[in-house]
């Protein structure tokens, strides 16, 4: 139901724009989310967006160079990744949260997002 895309190669300081599109019909009911886990490492939360796009979080480690986006009339999300650095090297994953269906939740927990893409393969060469 999750289909990311737009990873690729890009130099230090580059810029990146990945994309999510989503088959669901409720799409505009869910939550959203981008998620990456570099080799050997968990996979970490990057930031996370609300159904209706008006609210957003973010990791400290992008925080003021990614930005999330939705565009709930084309079930797509986005996220434009400007000022690479060598760590944001990993496979970006997009993930989504219905809340109707959840208890307790919060948008940093991977095993809350009850839907994910395959991931996109993001790689920072300095």
């Known amino acids: 139901q999750l289909q990311a895309s737009g990873g690729g190669l890009v130099q230090v300081g580059g810029s990146l724009r990945l994309s999510c599109a989503a088959s669901a019909r409720s799409y505009n009911r869910l939550d959203m989310g981008w998620f990456r886990q570099a080799p050997g490492k968990e996979r970490e939360f990057v930031t996370a967006i609300n159904r209706s796009g008006s609210r957003t979080y973010y990791a400290d480690s992008v925080k003021g160079r990614f930005t999330i986006s939705r565009d709930n009339a084309k079930n797509m999300m986005f996220l434009q990744m400007n000022s690479l650095k060598p760590e944001d090297t990993a496979l970006y994953y997009c993930?989504?949260?219905?809340?109707?269906?959840?208890?307790?939740?919060?948008?940093?927990?991977?095993?809350?997002?009850?839907?994910w893409g395959q991931g996109t393969l993001v790689t920072v060469s300095s």
């Open positions: 993930a989504a949260l219905d809340a109707s269906a959840s208890g307790v939740y919060s948008y940093r927990r991977p095993a809350d997002y009850q839907y």
